[in-house]
């Protein structure tokens, strides 16, 4: 049987190796409770993050990873936005899932309790959908799904199953959001789907109403889709969600290419 393996970037300031030992402890931690073989890759910010990046593709590359690790950047770090930058380039140059961890994870017990996944009214497959529907079926651990429309509605025409219905059209229509949930992870089971504990439909700001889901669910992680290259002046959700929050986040990328965005709703592409 295949090992999983995860891929630890630990990429801090020069001084700052207690942050590094608290970040590689926690990847520790979740790799022996995953049953993965985790590797870590060191380096200073002031190594050269063009040079880190290509020794962390190669990596990647000649060891097969399946996730990688990196401290989330903190609302108050001197180098937040370096990193930031940082963590888009590696989202753009490959397709590995990117697990963003905060301090908030090492005071949890069970780390991620439940997991919340911002939808968007696509009715196409979604990564991030099939990843939490997975880890939640492997670790008992409930799903939540958030789809957000527009106070006047969606505007996405025949894109959206969803966009432009009332707040209780899950009582109006109850076949489309199991056909909604069915697109967007076609290769799990029904059984597999009953770990789906909500279907959270609301209408407002996108980045208001997660971070709303994130405080009243007691959320353990954020599980987001991202959809192409997050260039610079894009994925403007995403950036502003790793600056508000901190809930670890896990960064999924979409099989299609073009631009980066968040589409929670459609009208709130990011």
């Not at 962390?56 to 097969?64: C, D, G, K, N, Y």
């Not at 403007?236 to 960064?251: A, F, Q, R, Y």
């Amino acid at each position: 049987m295949k090992k999983n393996k995860i891929l630890v970037l630990a990429m801090v300031p020069e001084d700052s190796w207690a942050a590094r030992e608290i970040l590689v402890a926690s990847a520790t931690r979740l790799a022996a409770s995953w049953s993965c073989k985790l590797i870590v890759v060191a380096a200073g910010v002031e190594s050269g993050a063009d040079s880190f990046l290509g020794q962390v593709l190669e990596v990647m590359r000649s060891q097969a990873v399946d996730l990688i690790i990196l401290g989330k950047p903190g609302r108050m770090d001197p180098e937040a936005d370096s990193r930031r930058s940082w963590i888009s380039g590696l989202m753009g140059a490959g397709d590995c899932p990117v697990l963003l961890l905060t301090q908030k994870l090492l005071e949890a017990h069970c780390p991620f309790a439940s997991l919340l996944v911002p939808m968007s009214g696509e009715s196409t497959l979604n990564p991030a959908v099939e990843w939490a529907i997975n880890y939640g079926n492997s670790h008992q651990v409930p799903v939540d799904l958030l789809h957000v429309t527009g106070r006047n509605g969606s505007e996405a025409g025949d894109l959206s199953l969803l966009g432009g219905m009332s707040d209780q059209f899950h009582h109006e229509y109850p076949g489309r959001i199991e056909q909604f949930v069915a697109r967007a992870s076609p290769y799990s089971s029904p059984s597999q789907k009953r770990i789906i504990r909500n279907f959270i439909h609301s209408t407002g700001d996108a980045l208001e109403e997660i971070k709303k889901q994130v405080s009243r669910r007691s959320v353990g992680l954020l599980v987001i889709e991202i959809k192409g290259h997050m260039e610079p002046g894009r994925a403007k959700t995403v950036k502003e969600l790793l600056k508000s929050t901190d809930l670890p986040i896990l960064l999924v990328r979409s099989r299609g290419t073009g631009l980066a965005t968040l589409h929670v709703g459609l009208d709130f592409a990011a």
